[in-house]
């Protein structure tokens, strides 16, 4: 699976949109682009993921580049609630080995008040 | 509450214990995965479990044995532990693939204490 880049942490008003970048310029044409976040000592929780479209869902907005070298997670309106590490993570989808992930180190989002 | 409950939440052990951790999902989910968080570390994929057979051991040491009875519960084995294993252990379930989208659901985790 391709590997990830992400800034190790950064800081958003609250309220305001919080946009977290990645880079995966080695990914294949098969993979997808997932994202999750873990809250502190909790499991982490599934977000949203990709193949080559924009995607949008209850909780955050994925944006893809088109030459799928890069994606930009977008938190609409940031809450104290979405203070947490985010992971974006490529991988295949299907196969017999189900949902496996390997998680990098995130990007810890601070959200302030 | 993501349908994977994991017990105990907190654990302490000697180093010349056994105890067990324990995972089930309540999903109807076919993949299990065991996972090992310690401070500062990314999360490290230790076993997965496909159709209750283990598809995948990442060099985990023997003191951690896991057992997977059916589809729904998922055991992690621990004996003669040392501190440094000493972390957060994650519970983790999928549906199998053909189909589905590889959507991971932990559990809330076992804090894990050796002493």
């Known amino acids: 699976d391709a590997k990830t880049t992400q800034p190790p942490s950064m800081d958003c008003a609250e309220g305001r949109a919080a946009n977290l970048p990645c880079n995966h310029s080695t990914i294949s044409g098969n993979e997808y682009v997932y994202w999750y976040r873990q809250i502190h000592s909790q499991g982490p929780q599934y977000i949203i993921h990709g193949l080559k479209n924009n995607e949008t869902n209850e909780m955050a907005s994925l944006i893809i580049t088109e030459d799928r070298k890069s994606s930009t997670l977008i938190l609409p309106h940031a809450t104290l609630r979405d203070t947490a590490v985010y992971y974006c993570i490529v991988r295949v989808a299907g196969g017999n080995q189900g949902g496996k992930l390997i998680f990098g180190q995130g990007t810890e989002l601070s959200v302030k008040p | 509450e993501t349908g994977v409950t994991q017990t105990p939440r907190h654990l302490v052990m000697g180093m010349t214990n056994k105890k067990s951790l324990k995972c089930e999902q309540h999903?109807?989910?076919?993949?299990m995965y065991w996972y090992k968080q310690s401070a500062k570390k990314p999360l490290e994929l230790m076993f997965v479990?496909?159709?209750?057979?283990?598809?995948e051991n990442n060099s985990v040491p023997s003191r951690f044995s896991p057992e997977c009875p059916n589809s729904s519960h998922l055991f992690l084995h621990l004996h003669t532990l040392q501190p440094e294993d000493s972390a957060l252990y994650l519970c983790?379930?999928?549906?199998?693939?053909?189909?589905?989208?590889?959507?991971?659901?932990f559990g809330e985790g076992s804090r894990l204490t050796v002493l």
């Open positions: 999903l109807g989910h076919n993949a």
């Open positions: 983790a379930s999928s549906l199998l693939a053909g189909g589905g989208t590889g959507e991971l659901f």
């Open positions: 479990y496909s159709l209750e057979e283990r598809v």
